[in-house]
């Protein structure tokens, strides 16, 4: 917050000593007859530095509460961090005012901001008569966002820089993202921050902290340890207010919650503060953007960011801790509890809208789990990082940047004619006519082997809607290959992505994004119908010829269950002798996610020049070395 300047607009009726309050503050000098209107002006930092440090540049912004000056007052309280709000001492009207017209005001202009309440000219009023106390008290009642009521005179120098004070203190260490002013408990995002910096300080992993922990607790946000008189202070506090704060092990998170709602209470807002920022917080209780931005995710278009080993374990773990009844699912419940210190949870992330995953009526498989971080990272990395970050990954940007890897460039390694031996994920773009089986592959990839199964969403209609294409559809899954010289078999991710009419026009557009997106195509046709594969065959040849013959390419017959006619048998061999490709791949409406077709694929995206297909194009562009043949 101090590298940005804090506005505090201050407003009130005409009169009631909005300019000599600002002249007090910023050049502690106090005139009778005061310009009606000061121009912005800097507060100086000597005034709140003592209280918030490092203190944000701070900007006094005088209004006018004249009727022509109206459209200026909105702009400067709608910029404003916070407000001061003004009324005379010696004036009841004034008061009465700042609830019947300053207020609404406020709230008809969308400049719902802290307020501090200042009575001005106390030195010419008494405050303390019935008629005031009683009408003040309703509106601190009324308005929770008023952060407090100050009594003041800018000709005694009486509570000046503290109502300055409470106005930066207001927006460098707000109240309202962390507790509900009706009831004065904390708010869930603040609980579930709350709980994450628990979690993490919960070295041993007993659910408490003992005094090791806290002691580290105290020395990373505040740099110095607590002394045992204070150490045992703060467990009194805790052991006579709340039962269940303590346990034999140390503090519980429920006490540990209740000692930060208490520093709210006690308007010490700073000490809590203090502590979400320390742990990457930002004052909207998300993640810092700048921690998240310690990890190079910078590639090439033709590149992708994919979870390292190290990242992929660290999931699994999380997964095996959380399936409590080991059966290698994770339920709603589960899920809830794996998620209860994140604002939400990273299935709920827009960028995983639609995607087929493996899962049961009972839960997520520990394949589903791990595709939906796999698709998450190359789609949004950062987004998949901040999620992890919730989930307790430790705040070291070398151990952070571990958990993720960015694979080789596809359109080099293709040229140079070398296998992705490296690479973990792959992206396969399945194109096909209407109803050729193209979803019902998709739906194959997370069914589990053995088992009728389900996703985490049904694929659509092929068709579509009559005049719209259809969203792509997406499946993704682990799928085991044998690679290496002793083809040692290794889990990989096989993403499939159903291509429109839509994408397949954007590609003809744009063919480099099919190139740089794009390890291996499927082309999938009905077996039992003739036109099916002629459209099947036409779309490959076009996309072939779009990504300059360096795509690997699969034919697929979908629909193997209703059996496939001689005459396609015979055209799908011609085809295959002349494409210099293998015949087409067959699956039916059972295939599950052990089919041959899709380690295939995998297999296909792995050694790509083997699977290139030698195209009328391909062969114009390489004709064959003269010679004797």
Known sequence: MADRTVRIAVIGDEGVGKSSLVLAAVHNTFTDNPVPTLPPTRLPADTVESYISPAPATLIVDTCSSPEDKQAWELNVQQA?????????????????????????????????????????????????????????????????????????????QSIPDIFYYAVKSVVHPAEPLVEFTTGQLKPLCVKALKRIFLLCDINGDGALNDEELNRFQIKCFHAPLQPTELAGVKEVVGERLPGGLNEAGLTLKGFLFLHALFIEKARTETVWTVLRSFGYSDELLIEQKLLDS???????????????????????????????????????????????????????????????????????????????????????????????????????????????????????????????????????????????????????????????????????????????????????????????????????????????????????????????????????????????????????KLAHLADDTIPCVLIAAKDDLGISMDIQDECGRVAQDLRMQVPLQVSSQTDDSSPVFSALVTAALTPTKFIPETPTLRVSNPPSPGIH
């Open 295 to 541: 990890v190079d995710f910078s590639h090439q278009p033709d590149q992708s960011v994919e979870l390292s080993s190290d990242g992929k374990r660290l999931l699994r773990r999380l997964f095996t801790n959380f399936d409590v009844n080991e059966d290698g699912l994770l339920s709603d419940a589960e899920q809830t509890e794996m998620f209860s210190a994140s604002p939400s949870s990273p299935f709920e992330d827009a960028n995983l809208k639609g995607i087929m995953v493996q899962s049961s009526d009972q839960g997520l498989t520990q394949k589903g789990f791990a595709s939906c971080w796999a698709y998450l990272t190359i789609v949004n990395p950062s987004k998949a990082l901040e999620h992890m970050m919730y989930l307790g990954l430790p705040m070291d940007p070398a151990f952070m940047q571990r958990q993720f890897a960015i694979s080789k460039t596809r359109q080099q390694e293709r040229r140079r004619g070398k296998d992705f031996q490296g690479r973990a994920l792959f992206q396969c773009f399945v194109f096909g006519a209407a109803n050729a089986g193209k979803s019902s592959l998709l739906q194959g990839l997370v069914r589990k082997h053995g088992q009728p199964g389900s996703s985490k969403s049904e694929p659509q209609e092929e068709e579509g809607n009559a005049g719209q294409a259809p969203a792509a559809n997406i499946a993704v899954n682990e799928i085991p290959v044998a690679r290496g010289n002793r083809q040692r078999e290794v889990m990989t991710t096989l993403v499939l992505r159903e291509m429109q009419e839509a994408q397949i026009q954007s590609f003809e557009e744009d063919p480099e994004a099919l190139q740089d997106a794009c390890d291996v195509a499927a082309f999938v046709f009905d077996g039992s119908n003739i036109e099916s594969f002629k459209a099947a065959l036409d779309l490959l040849l």
């Open 81 to 157: 961090h916070a407000i001061v709000l003004t009324f005379a001492a010696n004036d009841y009207n004034s008061l009465r005012r700042v609830v019947m017209h300053w207020i609404p005001e406020l709230e008809r202009v969308g400049a719902r901001r802290p307020i501090i309440l200042s009575a001005c000219k106390c030195d010419l009023g008494d405050i303390r008569e019935e008629r005031f106390q009683s009408l003040i008290q309703a509106i601190l009642l009324e308005y929770r966002h008023i952060e407090t009521f100050l009594e003041s005179s800018a000709k005694k120098q």
